[in-house]
């Protein structure tokens, strides 16, 4: 059995978080590193970064199947505090849309 969208989506995203802290663990200067070491390890970090923004909102704009699916969407919506992003009425969109959908109401 293959699986689903939503949970590849959400394997993609448990993915990018787990190399940005690996990277973090890693690679983070100690306190009081020179300002070129810093600026050096926040340049390698920003894709990481941009890698797990992307996968968190691929996750929040997947529909979800089961309660449990939404259930990792809001998970994923408020570990990202995706309630700051611009657009995070339109993310809120998507899981109302899926506990109408789950509940058998029209989204």
Not at 17 to 31: D, F, N, Q, S, T
Not at 33 to 54: C, F, K, R
Request: charged share 30%; proline share 7%; net charge negative.
């Amino acid at each position: 059995m293959t699986a689903s969208p939503f949970a590849m989506k959400l394997a993609a995203f448990r993915e990018a978080k787990a190399a940005y802290e690996r990277h973090k663990v890693g690679c983070e200067p100690p306190p009081g590193a020179s300002a070129d070491d810093q600026l050096a390890y926040e340049e390698a970090y920003t894709p990481l970064v941009s890698a797990m923004s992307d996968a968190g909102l691929a996750v929040v704009q997947c529909p979800a199947l089961s309660l449990d699916d939404l259930a990792d969407k809001i998970e994923v919506f408020r570990a990202e505090d995706m309630h700051e992003y611009e657009a995070a009425g339109d993310l809120i969109d998507y899981l109302v849309d899926d506990a109408r959908m789950l509940t058998g109401r029209e989204p």
